[in-house]
């Protein structure tokens, strides 16, 4: 690095910043990362920690999301820090024969890959899961799913990236890009200029706002999601559970709640999820999320009617128009790559990361990368 100039600035500090930069640094580059906050205060603070992989929609994404899957049992000793990973399960609930129905293809996706992922009729699910109330359900399907402690995640990859190098500056805040003949050449925040050759937005759901600033529209929206975590309790669930639409919801246009509820090994239960369209980021809890919540949690699991929440939260879920992620050279900037709106980034975020370094750097804006060319920002701008 000279006089603030950098091979290589990402702009964003969650999971996806981290890991960028953590590739970068492993690759030797000079990096910089800018965060405006502390590190993975964004969407990131609010992650639940599951690595899913039935949610995927199509099978050819299944294929990518399994292929950062396998990579996660061994994450931990790459970024030497215990993650804490362990392989729970997932039973996903339905209330109609039609949705059920609509996701025994997956089954067969899942199984083709080597993953277990079987239907457990109505009166079985109270074998697997005693405390269950499982209601109007009219079958489930229990599919293969890990789970890590999401905060060692976004910790191992900074904490990995600043041990080889990468320059990590929190509370740096990007406000303006400095440009020359529609090519970025550089970042300012409010004490500061960075020179780079390369810009990488890992903004997540504040990418938007970053691109009016060089006079792009980039179709990335974001509901409110909000969710809470309980005092330690003894075991009382063996699966992550999830009421079908859980995913579909945090895309949707109306407000919605399902219930995803998992028990981390230390006894806490995650319980999620109450979706609000939103236009503006606000990061509180609201009062209609979390009594929300708290009735569909009592619907499931009546017997746990009292206990106490230790913390509630909100953030903003980003998404895409087709739900995938946006990752590539913006069109119309020269020097700007987008890296945001992941779609279930525990187990893509790894593989993601490494592929868009090798993009990066093989240092020319027209030469594509196979195996990201479906999720370029290209699909936006015809
Ligand atoms: C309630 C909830 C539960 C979830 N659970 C799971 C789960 O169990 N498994 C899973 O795989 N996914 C889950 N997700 C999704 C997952 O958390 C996100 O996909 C992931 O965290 C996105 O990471 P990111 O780095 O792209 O974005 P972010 O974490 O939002 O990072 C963007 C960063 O950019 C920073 N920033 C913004 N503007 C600027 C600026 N101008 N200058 C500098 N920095 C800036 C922000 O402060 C932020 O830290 C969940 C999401 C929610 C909301």
């Known amino acids: ?21 953590y590739h970068f640094a492993k690759a030797k580059i000079d990096t910089l990362l800018l965060e405006s906050k502390h590190i993975c205060s964004g969407t990131s603070s609010a992650c639940a920690g599951r690595a899913q992989i039935f949610d ?24 030497e820090i215990d993650l804490e990973w362990n ?24 199984r083709d890959l080597g993953l277990y ?28 799913e890990g789970h890590l402690n999401p905060f060692k995640f976004g910790w191992g990859y900074f904490k990995s990236a600043k041990k080889l190098g990468a320059v990590i500056k929190c509370f740096s805040k990007v406000e303006h890009f400095i440009t020359e003949d529609n090519k970025l050449v550089g970042v300012k925040t409010r ?3 960075y020179y780079g050759k390369y810009f990488i937005l890992a903004t997540g759901a504040w990418s938007r706002s970053l691109t009016h600033k060089v006079g792009v529209d980039l179709p990335l929206f974001f509901t409110k999601a909000e969710a809470m975590v309980s005092e330690p309790l003894p ?8 009421t079908n639409g859980f995913y579909d919801s945090v895309h949707g246009e109306k407000k919605s709640v399902t219930l995803g509820l ?3 090994i230390n006894g806490c239960l995650l319980i999620s999820n109450a979706i609000q369209p939103v236009n503006k980021i606000k990061r509180t809890s609201s009062a209609w999320g979390m009594p929300a919540i708290n009735q569909k949690m009592k619907e499931f699991f009546p017997t746990l009617n009292n206990i106490r929440m230790i913390r509630t939260w909100s953030a903003p879920s980003p998404f895409s128009k087709d739900y995938q992620p946006i990752i590539g050279w913006l069109p119309q900037v020269e020097n700007l790559y987008i ?27 027209n030469l594509a990368s196979d195996f990201l060319e479906p999720y370029s920002p290209k699909r936006f701008f015809k």
Request: aromatic share 8%.
């Open 339 to 365: 890296a945001s709106a992941f779609h279930l980034a525990i187990p893509t975020i790894p593989i993601f990361s490494r592929q868009i370094v090798d993009h990066v750097l093989s240092q020319s804006h």
């Open 56 to 79: 995927s929609e199509t099978q050819e994404y299944l294929r990518i999301v399994y292929q950062g899957y396998s990579e996660l049992p061994s994450l931990g000793d790459e970024l």
């Open 87 to 110: 392989l729970p399960g997932h039973l996903t609930l339905y209330d109609s024969e039609e949705q059920l129905a609509s996701h025994l293809e997956k089954i067969a996706w899942m």
């Open 262 to 264: 998992g028990q981390h």
């Open 1 to 21: 690095m000279k006089n603030n100039t950098f091979d290589v600035i990402i702009i964003g500090g969650g999971f996806a910043g981290c890991a960028i930069a």
């Open 235 to 242: 075991e009382i669930l063996h699966h992550h559970i999830g």
């Open 191 to 193: 004490t500061q200029s």
């Open 117 to 144: 992922a079987e239907i457990v009729k109505p009166e079985k699910i109270k074998e697997i899961e005693p405390f269950l109330n499982s209601g109007n359900c009219v079958g489930s399907i229990l599919a293969e």
